[in-house]
Nanobody
Framework: VQLQASGGGTVQPGASLRLSCVAS????????MGWFRQAPGKEREFVAA????????YYADSVKGRFTISRDNVKSTVYLQMNSLKPEDTAVYYC?????????????????WGQGTQVTVSS
């Protein structure tokens, strides 16, 4: 499966962004999906994940209550709604897919990765 992420940009603290990740190539509805991010000089870290059925969703503690992951299996797209953005959310955001019914927060658990989209939060 090929993944194409988009929606990044530069925003001020407190603003919102919605990232999208479109999948192609195989049956999207059978894949669990995740979002990860990587800030300069840091390891890629888990942000959010969603099972193939849409429930449950998992979040990193740092984004819980501010970010929401969702999916539209008809459009083969997974979204990451990011609200109340903070400067520490600045990173390249990657979507990832795995051929399993259950989601995971482990980076090594994902088989496919998108190219990344830059999110910069700065005043």
């Amino acid at each position: 499966v090929q993944l194409q992420a988009s929606g990044g940009g530069t925003v001020q603290p407190g603003a919102s962004l919605r990232l999208s990740c479109v999948a192609s190539g195989r049956t999207f509805s059978s894949y669990s999906m995740g979002w990860f991010r990587q800030a300069p000089g840091k390891e890629r870290e888990f942000v959010a994940a969603l099972s193939f059925s849409g429930v449950p969703a998992y979040y990193a503690d740092s984004v819980k209550g501010r970010f929401t992951i969702s999916r539209d299996n008809v459009k083969s797209t997974v979204y990451l709604q990011m609200n109340s953005l903070k400067p520490e959310d600045t990173a390249v955001y990657y979507c990832a897919g795995r051929s399993s019914s259950s989601a995971t927060n482990r980076r090594v658990g994902y088989d496919y990765w998108g190219q990344g989209t830059q999110v910069t939060v700065s005043s």
